[in-house]
């Protein structure tokens, strides 16, 4: 897609001086635009089918990963409940664990984060889309 991106501008400007007629220019230019926009529409057709293949699959490691996620996140928040209650009973219990798990989490390497975060994200996008567009449910 960007090599036809890059090419729209100077197509636009050898259409203006090879074609006199102003009508037959612009429908030129229209053709032109339609084109960038099908060939972009048919990059993004061609990930979604990989996004909804894998949705789809009768694999439930890869079916479920984002509702695994999910509920892997709501455990973290909802394990704050039992923490608030160790603190007012025992603070220096639930310092050791915060603590612990704090020295864990920061164990991990910042790329890894960098890579969940930006292909969770292009999931949930590619997701929304295809329900907007009503390819999904």
Not at 87 to 101: L, N, S, T, V
């Amino acid at each position: 897609m960007p090599i036809l991106a890059t090419l729209i501008e100077p197509l636009a400007k050898i259409i203006d001086k090879i074609i006199p007629d102003k009508t037959a220019r612009d429908r030129a230019k229209l053709e032109l635009i339609k084109l960038e926009g099908s060939r972009e529409l048919d990059e993004i057709r061609l990930q979604m089918s990989a996004v909804l293949a894998e949705a789809q699959s009768a694999d439930p490691w890869t079916s479920r990963a984002r509702p695994s996620f999910l509920y892997v996140m709501y455990i973290l928040l909802l394990w704050s409940i039992p923490m608030g209650l160790l603190a007012a009973f025992r603070p220096e219990a639930a310092a050791d664990i915060a603590r612990g798990m704090n020295s864990y989490l920061a164990g991990i390497p910042e790329p890894l984060y960098a890579l969940f975060g930006t292909g969770y994200l292009g999931y949930t996008v590619a997701r929304q889309w295809g329900k907007v567009r009503g390819v999904e449910k």
